[in-house]
Each structure stands twice: as C-alpha cells, then as structure tokens.
C-alpha cells in the first residue's frame, strides 16, 4: 500500500513516514498542498491509498489541497486524513464537508493513527489479502 505524507514540517514528516512504514506501507512525501496535487496528478497510474494532510502550509494549504483532490474524478479514490494542530470543532467540520475522511489532531499517538487507519479500513497489518 502506498501512502502520501503532506506537511510543511520536515520532522512531522519524517514522523509520519516512519510510524506508516512499521505499518507496510511505502510512503512518499510533500511539502505543501501543490506539491501533493502535481505529484498525485502526474502518477495516476500509482496513486497512493492515503494521504495524511496538515491544513497550515505555504502554497497550497490542506483545506483546498482536500477540495481539489475532490474535484478532480480521477483522485477520488485517495483516502484524505487531515493530521493538524486546528482543534476547533469548526474546522474540523469545514475539513470534513471538504472531502476530508478522517481528522487526526497533533500532537497524536501511534496508536491514535492505528486507530484511525483501522477505522477507515486502511490498516496493511489487519488487511486481510
């Protein structure tokens, strides 16, 4: 399984990338939303079953990465889970009428993120092939 990492913090990043690895998956990273959206765009034929998204980033932030995905039919199959520091019930709203599937607040736990990828169905150690 295939996983995308999109967060301006390079240690979140790196975080995120080695808590998904332990789990099965391999993982490509982004450091803003356009980043994400060219990289998703220009491998179609490869496209990862998650992609983690922090909302605050330079560019392209999380909230209209997750809009975009969504208006484009070919990424719709890309499960989008926001991992923010925003808390506010507000927010978490607006990301979920985006298209956001899931939201996962910083700072978190690894097994926060087990739970919430066994939630969503996206756990590679509890898949059954």
């Known amino acids: 399984m295939k996983a995308l990492v999109i967060d301006d913090s390079r240690t ?3 975080v995120l990338r080695r808590q998904l690895e332990q789990l099965g998956y391999d993982v490509v990273e982004a450091a803003d939303g356009q980043q994400a959206l060219e990289a998703l765009q220009s491998s179609r034929d490869d ?3 998650l992609a983690t998204v922090d909302w605050n ?9 997750v809009k975009a995905v969504r208006a ?4 719709r199959d890309v499960t989008l889970m926001m991992v923010t520091t925003e808390a506010e019930h507000g927010q978490i709203v607006r990301a979920l ?3 956001a599937h899931e939201y996962l607040i910083k700072p978190f736990t690894a097994d926060a993120l087990v ?4 939630y969503l169905g996206l756990n590679p150690e509890r898949s059954v092939a």
């Open 47 to 49: 496209l990862p079953v």
């Open 97 to 99: 009428a985006a298209g």
């Open 57 to 65: 980033m330079p560019v392209m932030n999380g909230l209209d990465f």
């Open 115 to 118: 739970d919430k990828l066994d």
């Open 72 to 75: 484009d039919g070919g990424l």
């Open 12 to 14: 979140m990043r790196i």
